[in-house]
């Protein structure tokens, strides 16, 4: 069965400083793979997505995540880290039958 | 950008009310889905509907019922409230592409 999983619970990081957040999934084809954000009380909201093709994808708010199939993941990074940034962020996998199976996600902090 | 609207956004109500949480968009879309998210943030799928008529089961197993009479809603039910159904409750649509558009989101409280 398909699955994602995110190994960090919470990840502290200084304002100024790069981040990266893990993401693994198993499925037994290429996925699509995306990223949401979210911020205290609000939904979630779509940083990036990967379908195919160029294995670097970028999104929205400077973020950025690579696909590699070797190690079935599908990190999430950002050069630089700003204050509001701090969210918690959900890693995701659609197998093609229009259901979403999210990772546990992974909690922001960004300390000054 | 699709619009999916869900209200209330902050619910408190006692045991054994029967409640309804709205979800509606905007822009037609065939699937909808609703999601519990608990409080250490995990999301679990509890119901979604491919169209008009259209509800299935998600993958946990819920008390609350869901209906879509119309494309544009999708109201989800607790016939009786208990201090269990207190969670986070999210919309979503799907868009195309695999991807979801999410509602802000019911936060209900049971006391």
């Known amino acids: 069965a398909q699955s994602v999983t995110q190994p960090d619970i919470h990840i502290t990081v200084s304002e100024g400083a790069s981040l990266e957040l893990r993401c693994n999934y198993s499925?037994?084809?290429?996925?699509?793979l995306f990223w949401y954000v979210q911020s205290p009380g609000q939904g979630l909201q779509l940083l990036l997505k990967?379908?195919?093709?160029?294995?670097l994808v970028q999104g929205i708010k400077g973020f950025e995540a690579e696909f590699k199939r070797s190690q079935s993941s599908f990190n999430l990074r950002k050069p630089s880290v700003h204050w509001s940034d701090a969210a918690e962020y959900f890693c995701?996998?659609?197998?093609?039958?229009?259901?979403?199976?999210f990772g546990t996600g992974t909690r922001l902090l960004v300390s000054p | 950008e699709a619009d999916i609207y869900q209200t209330p956004r902050y619910l408190v109500i006692g045991t054994g009310k029967k409640i309804t949480l709205e979800c509606s968009q905007t822009?037609?879309?065939?699937?909808m889905y609703w999601y519990q998210q608990d409080p250490g943030m995990e999301l679990h799928l509890i119901h979604y509907?491919?169209?008009?008529?259209?509800?299935e089961k998600g993958d946990l197993s819920s008390e609350s019922t869901v209906s879509r009479i119309r494309t544009e809603h999708f109201p989800l039910t607790l016939e009786s409230a208990r201090p269990s159904h207190t969670s986070q409750y999210l919309c979503?649509?799907?868009?195309?592409?695999?991807?979801?558009?999410f509602g802000s989101g019911t936060r209900l409280t049971v006391v």
């Open positions: 509907s491919y169209g008009v008529n259209s509800t």
């Open positions: 499925y037994g084809a290429t996925p699509y």
């Open positions: 822009m037609g879309h065939d699937k």
């Open positions: 995701a996998l659609n197998t093609g039958f229009q259901k979403l199976v």
């Open positions: 979503a649509i799907s868009t195309g592409g695999g991807g979801y558009t």
């Open positions: 990967y379908f195919s093709g160029d294995t």
